[in-house]
């Protein structure tokens, strides 16, 4: 299935296997960002994505987090909780809006699955002003990211 004509791949990385993955220098001209993840925790166990911008671990970050089986909220955080990795591959997706704007705060949702655990929603919270110019993704699983898992960062222009 072609992309949408408003949907430009920015960069792709697959990894070998590491605890973080950063995507620097993020163009800013576009409207929105989407990130898509397709892999998982490398030791086999549930390893949160933890998401910060531009390098900021201050306690800027907010996530409600749903759950198919619980609802968690979380306020005056040093990242925000993106979505969760698994032992067995699954995809986690994140949509950042309006990250180049330097009037609001930035807003983003994330939706994860895997279908031998769970889904879930997310509704983050990064209360600076500041635009978006790197995300950075931990995973909190002790061997984060597993080998092969790949992100691909899309810029999405307004139609």
């Known amino acids: 299935m072609p992309l949408p004509s408003t949907m430009t791949p920015i960069a ?3 990894l070998t296997a590491a605890a973080s993955i950063t995507f620097s220098s993020i163009p800013q001209n576009y409207t929105d960002l989407i990130l898509v993840i397709n892999g998982q925790s490398a030791n086999g166990s549930a390893g949160y994505i933890a998401t910060t911008f ?3 671990s201050t306690a800027l970050y907010s996530t409600t987090r749903f759950l198919s089986d619980s609802v968690n909220r979380y306020s005056g955080q040093t990242f925000t ?3 969760t990795m698994w032992g067995s591959r699954g995809t986690v997706i994140h949509q950042i809006q ?7 705060f930035k807003t983003f949702l994330t939706r994860d699955n895997n279908a031998a655990n769970r889904v879930g929603a ?6 600076s002003t500041n635009p978006i110019t790197s995300v950075t993704l931990n995973c909190t699983d002790a061997g984060g990211f597993a080998s092969g898992s790949t992100f691909t960062l899309y810029g999405i ?3």
């Not at 309006?98 to 609001?104: E, M, P, S, V």
């Not at 997310?122 to 209360?127: A, E």
């Open 98 to 104: 309006n990250y180049a704007n330097t009037t609001t």
């Open 12 to 14: 792709t990385q697959t």
């Open 122 to 127: 997310t509704v983050s919270l990064y209360r």
């Open 81 to 83: 909780i993106a979505g």
């Open 157 to 159: 222009k307004a139609a």
């Open 54 to 56: 531009n390098g900021d």
